[in-house]
Nanobody, 123 residues
Framework: QVQLVESGGGLVQAGGSLRLSCAAS????????MGWFRQAPGQEREFVAA??????YYADSVKGRFTVSRDNAKNTVYLQMNSLRPEDTAVYYC??????????????????WGKGILVTVSS
């Protein structure tokens, strides 16, 4: 089993910034892709960003505002969120998968999930 634990969420005003962290433990591999999905109330879970093999990938809605990075020594992935908008309000889920391509498929195919962390953007 692989466990993923998110931290860093909270309440921020529009235009502000937050950084989310996701620490992985258990049986994992440096070759795994890691990244983030989010789910707002009444909406489906959607892809946000991913790191795979040193490359990064972003949903159009966050491109230019969010940055995903990975610390291999700590087995931790980060999501730096700048210029936040009320539309970014959601529960953010860390994810890990053997295949980067799964991040472009329906969320059900993802191998491992964190419990999620709430990000609320006001005004």
């Amino acid at each position: 089993q692989v466990q993923l634990v998110e931290s860093g969420g909270g309440l921020v005003q529009a235009g502000g910034s937050l950084r989310l962290s996701c620490a992985a433990s258990g049986r994992t591999f440096s070759s795994y892709a890691m990244g983030w999905f989010r789910q707002a109330p009444g909406q489906e879970r959607e892809f946000v960003a991913a790191w795979s093999g040193g490359s990064t990938y972003y949903a159009d809605s966050v491109k230019g505002r969010f940055t995903v990075s990975r610390d291999n020594a700590k087995n931790t992935v980060y999501l730096q969120m700048n210029s936040l908008r009320p539309e970014d309000t959601a529960v953010y889920y860390c994810a890990a998968d053997r295949l980067y391509s799964d991040f472009r498929r329906p969320p059900q195919v993802i191998d491992y999930w964190g419990k999620g962390i709430l990000v609320t953007v006001s005004s």
